[in-house]
C-alpha cells in the first residue's frame, strides 16, 4: 500500500473538472424503462448498488439487504426517492 501511495503522491494535480463526480458519470447511463410506475431514478439506483459494493456486498441480495438497511440520509443523498408514508421505501432486488 505505501507504494501505491507514493506513486499517487508523485503523479500531477488533477483539475476537478478533469475528474467528474461518480453521480455525473451514472448520470450518463441510459434507462431502458418505462418511465411509468418508476419508483427511483436509475442513477441513485446505480449509486446505492456502488455504495454497497464499497462496503463489501458481492451479491444483488447483498446489496438490496445493505439498500434495506442503509439509513434515509444515505438514500437520500444520490437520488432515491423517499416515500414520507412508510418512512422511505428503499430500492430492492424485487423493484
Do not use: F, K
Amino acid at each position: 500500500m505505501p507504494a501505491a501511495l507514493d506513486q499517487l503522491s508523485a503523479s500531477p494535480s488533477i483539475a476537478a473538472e478533469e475528474c467528474p463526480s461518480l453521480l455525473n458519470c451514472l448520470a450518463a447511463v441510459t434507462d431502458p424503462h418505462d418511465p411509468r410506475g418508476r419508483l427511483h431514478p436509475l442513477t441513485g439506483v446505480l449509486a446505492i448498488c456502488a455504495a454497497a459494493v464499497l462496503t463489501g456486498a458481492t451479491s444483488l441480495p447483498a446489496i438490496s439487504e445493505w439498500a434495506a438497511d442503509a439509513p434515509q440520509s444515505a438514500l437520500a443523498r444520490p437520488g432515491a426517492r423517499l416515500d414520507r408514508i412508510h418512512a422511505g421505501r428503499q430500492p430492492s432486488a424485487a423493484g
